[in-house]
């Protein structure tokens, strides 16, 4: 995955955060672990349904990599034959 496709991913993450306990409004724990420039402290946050479609394509990219990554990095057990 490219680098700015990664950051927007983190960044979701993090909003993540201020919509399951803050109900949509930016906290200061927000602000200083995402870096994110472009809100305000106790700014209400939306995401739109383009970004949510980007979100998604991007988590199926990083499980696709996972998979990918499972048979080099994790040896295949022989008793599961």
Not at 25 to 33: G, I, S
Not at 45 to 53: L, N, P, R, S
Request: glycine content about 8%; proline content about 4%.
């Amino acid at each position: 995955m490219k680098e700015d496709e990664c950051r927007v991913v983190e960044l979701m993450f993090h909003r993540r955060h201020v919509y399951e306990h803050n109900g949509g409004e930016v906290d200061q724990k927000y602000l200083d672990n995402s870096g994110d420039t472009t809100v305000r402290l106790k700014q209400r946050i939306h995401e739109t349904q383009q970004g949510a479609h980007d979100l998604l394509g991007s988590l199926v990219k990083m499980a696709r990599n996972v998979h990918g990554a499972i048979p080099r990095t994790v040896p295949a057990d022989p008793r599961a034959d």
